[in-house]
């Protein structure tokens, strides 16, 4: 296992976002949830997957103003980045952003974990097409047990 790298066992799926020693720090693919430290032996039995993003478009190819609001968002996620793995920093950084840019903390745990699953700046532009994705992905998951 690798950085990067989704795997899944039953009905769990998790992208590794680091691995120190004997410990994964892993974000859930299809809870909305702070990622996490997990022994490495939990994750025993877990196979590579990849994520369905179909819907997923290309920054590039998007008009001006869809680029904005998909930068200014990440602008929202990069500066908790590089905090992620430690816990209190990274509560401090959400509180810290949600109320410097007058959003809900809540606001800011979605895009950091639609960032950390997806790992590309265009989901943040579809916060209203999550929950068909996740269904998508469930689907996906679902057809190839």
């Not at 039995?45 to 993003?53: A, I, K, P, Q, V």
């Not at 929202?76 to 959003?103: C, H, Y």
């Not at 974990?113 to 992905?137: G, K, T």
């Amino acid at each position: 296992m690798k950085s990067n790298d989704i795997i899944q066992s039953g009905s769990a799926m998790y992208r590794i976002i680091d691995i120190a020693d004997t410990k994964a720090f892993v974000v859930d693919c299809k809870k909305k949830s702070m990622p996490k430290w997990l022994d490495m032996s939990s994750l025993q039995g877990y196979t590579f997957c990849s994520l369905d993003t179909g819907e997923l478009q290309d920054i590039n190819e998007m008009g001006m103003q869809s680029r904005k609001t998909a930068y200014e968002r990440f602008s929202v996620v990069s500066n908790i980045l590089p905090f992620i793995t430690d816990k209190n920093k990274r509560s401090a950084m959400i509180s810290r952003i949600a109320d410097d840019k007058g959003i809900s903390r809540q606001t800011v745990c979605t895009y950091l974990w639609q960032y950390l699953v997806y790992q590309n700046i265009s989901i943040l532009l579809l916060h209203q097409h999550i929950d068909h994705l996740q269904q998508r992905m469930k689907y996906h998951f679902l057809s190839k047990v």
